[in-house]
């Protein structure tokens, strides 16, 4: 079965500072991916990439970037942490014509 | 821009009795439509998935129907358990892979009664 695990499943940061948010995958799949999921709004799409060191916007990339040095490893990253940025983030990989699998999320308070 | 509505967002049924959720998607160049199952504490689950060159597929007690001219999906649950209870998001895509967007609708809460 495919593992996507992501490294924290609870973390409470302050408003102003860097967060990371860790996912790897054991599949070497090439595609991964990061969502936001909110009350009512459904999982919106933050970036993702197609392979190491490729990057592409989603629907919701403000406030966001992220990094993939390695094939099973994608990092999400808020700069200046706020508010609105309080949220579950869900991590998925997929590999072609495959679907996506989700990782069981972290939930980020900023507080 | 591309949308996913999905109906309706809380349902409660009565354990065996059968539930349905439907979908509406807007982008005609959608051709696959997976589903999604969440439970408490967890990440989406797929559950089942259809491509558009098929109109319905079966897996045990859940089916997904497709109509591609009137652009909506649905998903239905025969026989109802109390382990069905999760929300369900259903998502619209020209690509199984994700190399084309994933549009989530905004997900539906089943309860299901013992």
């Known amino acids: 079965d495919v593992k996507v695990t992501q490294s924290s499943r609870y973390l409470v940061k302050r408003t102003g500072e860097k967060v990371f948010l860790e996912c790897v995958q054991d599949m070497d799949h090439e595609n991964m991916f990061w969502y936001r999921q909110d009350p009512g709004l459904g999982l919106r799409l933050i970036y993702f990439?197609?392979?190491?060191?490729?990057?592409e916007k989603g629907d919701i990339p403000e406030g966001y970037s992220v990094s993939r040095e390695k094939k099973e490893r994608f990092s999400l990253i808020l700069e200046s942490a706020s508010t609105n940025q309080t949220s579950m983030y869900l991590c998925?990989?997929?590999?072609?014509?495959?679907?996506?699998?989700f990782g069981d999320g972290t939930r980020l308070s900023i507080l | 821009g591309e949308n996913v509505e999905q109906h309706p967002s809380t349902l409660s049924v009565q354990e065996g009795d059968s539930a349905v959720i439907k979908c509406t998607y807007s982008?005609?160049?959608?051709?696959?439509f997976p589903w999604y199952k969440q439970e408490l504490g967890k990440g989406p689950q797929l559950i089942i998935d259809i491509r558009s060159n098929v109109g319905e597929k079966k897996d045990q007690r859940i089916a997904v129907t497709l109509n591609k001219t009137a652009k909506h999906f649905s998903l239905h649950i025969t026989e109802t358990q109390p382990e069905d209870s999760a929300v369900y998001f259903c998502?619209?895509?020209?690509?199984?892979?994700?190399?084309?967007?994933?549009?989530f609708g905004t997900g539906t809460r089943l309860k299901v009664l013992a």
């Open positions: 990439s197609y392979d190491v060191k490729m990057k």
């Open positions: 998502a619209a895509s020209k690509s199984a892979s994700g190399t084309y967007k994933y549009i």
């Open positions: 982008d005609s160049a959608s051709n696959y």
């Open positions: 998925a990989s997929s590999v072609e014509n495959q679907p996506q699998h």
